[in-house]
């Protein structure tokens, strides 16, 4: 079993095991906007396709109105549990949700088995306790209020119909929801970090259950058959462990490079992790796979492997018309194809944190991966405890996808809106800047991506000047830019709350935004072009600018496709490019006719 050969279709990519039961498909549903009604008395009056949320065409509902509250109703039997590896050996069942949007409640039978606030983390229930031998009714209720400021919204509109660039809402199960069945000592997760000096890769690996004394961990590390590092080690007793391998074709300095994962070469090393006992029989065991690579920053540019490397991204909303924000397996792999296709080398996932099926498509197919969350829109305790919660669950789900880059905990000031004179805003963006820092240290952290930087590891600005010859003056010359970065910025907002400005690298992490107008009154862009020509000229000519603007370490051009209301996407909502896919890819790489 290699997990870097799977599919796309398992949920927890980087943690695989043999046998799973997907849980999609026809669930009964209904609606409770009084939001008084329980698990005995709701209303089941629909019919809604999981995990595709209500508002969406895919659903079979696609009601965009607001909904406070609904609920969701299916049963599973012997043949679900038989098909996620029901045996002696495996007799405890997992129940696992993707995400569910935003306040969750599970039953099973009767009885609630799990609560999970958060609409962007995952959480999972062991209800081996009260599953029967014939058929389980499973019922879930998620609350999301349309007007919550509190709760991370992200690009969700909190008026009816959609504006600006806010979008219709996600309510409910928008992740898969699927059964594993595991042993009475079982790994619970797994996570990878590597270190390129020392030729070493760390593992850390949770149990859960009774761990014996004479447990062992055993791990191997493989790349095309060929072993790497393989190593077995005592439990003693612990439900947690960091297990150390050096990986010795790595200690040669002349080679160390040919195993690296980076952009057009994105190797992947397959991991295999079992519990045994001290006879050596296998009382678990799954798949994973990790990527040996370093990110750092200088002064001047993103070090990918110690190698400069300059980032060419896109703003990418990851949002469907038949599906929104969740989507098909197939779909995922799709988006990444389409990004590289376009000549881009990484993307930013836009005020949303993806599903990890897109990440693992981004570790495989070699797309850097520029995360983020989406963001509350109000300042108060419950704004900040609902995104330290959840953006530590998104963190430590993350943190081992080799395609990650950066992680962004805030943007544009979102839920900080007063962060330039207000200290406890200050303080709210460092502490979540550091606590990134403690969950992960791997990578750089931006403390608030556009402007009013408090400690970031890269200046970003946002700037969706037009005119190719304003952005040449701003970003073409070194001094210009570090006055700028040390007052206000294109949007008139400092650029950094921090006294002095340190000397980081700089990138534009949004510019473009041209629309091509279609003649309807609802086209939103930054800026607007009447024809086709007249769009591939403006794109190319404001993507030529900022890609050959000497100080700038990368740009991130807004955006990949339109989504709804906002046509400044490169390609039109279906994916196909507005003008030809190869003169797009030539624009973003700089390459010249």
């Known amino acids: 079993m290699r997990a870097t050969e799977q599919d796309g279709t398992y949920p927890r990519p980087q943690l695989l095991r043999a046998a799973w039961c997907d849980l999609g498909g026809q669930w009964d549903f209904g609606r409770d906007d009084a939001m008084t009604a329980g698990p005995g008395d709701a209303v089941f009056d629909r019919t809604i396709t999981v995990p595709f949320p209500p508002e969406s065409p895919a659903s079979g509902i696609h009601d965009t109105g607001f909904t406070p509250c609904v609920w969701y109703r299916r049963t599973f039997g012997p043949d679900e549990l038989r098909a996620a590896g029901s045996d002696p050996a495996h007799p405890r069942v997992l129940l696992h949700f993707g995400a569910v949007d935003h306040d969750a409640a599970v039953w099973v039978n009767g009885q609630l088995v799990a609560e999970h606030v958060g609409g962007q983390s995952p959480f999972s229930a062991d209800i081996t306790s009260v599953v029967e031998d014939g058929e389980n009714e499973l019922v879930v209720r998620a609350i999301d209020l349309p007007r919550d400021v509190s709760v991370l919204r ?83 007793g612990r439900s947690s462990a960091t297990v150390r391998l050096v990986v010795p074709e790595q200690l040669n300095g002349q080679q160390y490079e040919e195993l690296l994962w980076r952009p057009g070469k994105p190797t992947l090393i397959d991991a295999a992790v079992a519990v045994e006992g001290s006879d050596g029989v296998v009382i678990d065991e799954v798949a994973g796979y990790l990527g040996l690579r370093s990110v750092s920053v200088t002064p001047e540019r993103l070090l990918l492997n110690d190698r400069p490397l300059f980032m060419r991204a896109v703003l990418a909303q990851n949002y469907w018309p038949e599906t929104h924000l969740a989507a098909a397996p197939e779909a995922l792999r799709r988006e990444v194809e389409l990004i590289l296709e376009l000549g881009f080398n990484a993307a930013r996932v836009h005020q949303k944190a993806e599903d990890p099926r897109f990440l693992y498509w981004a570790d495989r197919l070699g797309l850097m991966i520029w995360a983020e969350t989406a963001s509350a829109y109000a300042f108060d305790t419950r704004a900040v405890t609902n995104l330290v919660a959840e953006w530590t669950a998104i963190v430590r789900r993350d943190r081992s996808h080799p395609s990650i880059i950066a992680w962004v905990p805030l943007n544009e000031s979102w839920g900080v809106q007063h962060i330039a004179h207000d200290p406890r805003q200050q303080a709210f963006s460092r502490s979540v800047a550091d606590l990134t820092r403690a969950l992960d240290g791997t990578r750089p952290v931006i403390s608030n991506d556009g402007w009013e930087h408090t400690d970031s590891d890269i200046m970003t600005v946002h700037d969706y000047e037009p005119d190719p010859a304003v952005l040449a003056e701003r970003y073409g010359d070194e001094a210009r830019l570090r006055r700028m970065l040390a007052g206000l910025g294109p949007a008139g907002r400092r650029m950094s709350v921090a006294d002095p400005v340190s000397d980081l690298p700089v990138m534009l992490t949004e510019f473009g935004g041209v629309s091509l107008a279609t003649g309807s009154d609802g086209d939103w862009g930054y800026s607007t072009a009447n024809d086709t020509a007249a769009f591939e000229e403006h794109v190319t000519a404001v993507i030529g600018t900022v890609g050959s603007a000497a100080p700038l370490a990368g740009f991130c051009y807004t955006q990949l496709t339109d989504t709804g209301q906002e046509t400044n996407g490169l390609v039109y909502a279906d994916r196909t490019p507005k003008f030809p896919a190869e003169r797009i890819r030539a624009a973003v790489l700089g390459e010249r006719g």
């Open 154 to 236: 992200g690009k969700q509109d909190w008026r009816e119909q959609p504006h600006a660039i806010w979008y219709h809402r996600t309510t409910g199960i928008w992740q898969p929801v699927w059964l594993e069945c595991v042993p009475e000592l079982s790994i619970e997760a797994l996570d990878w970090a590597a270190d390129l000096a020392s030729a070493s890769v760390a593992a850390d690996i949770a149990l859960a259950g009774r761990v014996p004394e004479d447990a062992w961990l055993h791990i191997t590390l493989t790349h095309e058959d060929v072993l790497l590092a393989e190593t077995r080690v005592r439990a003693l």
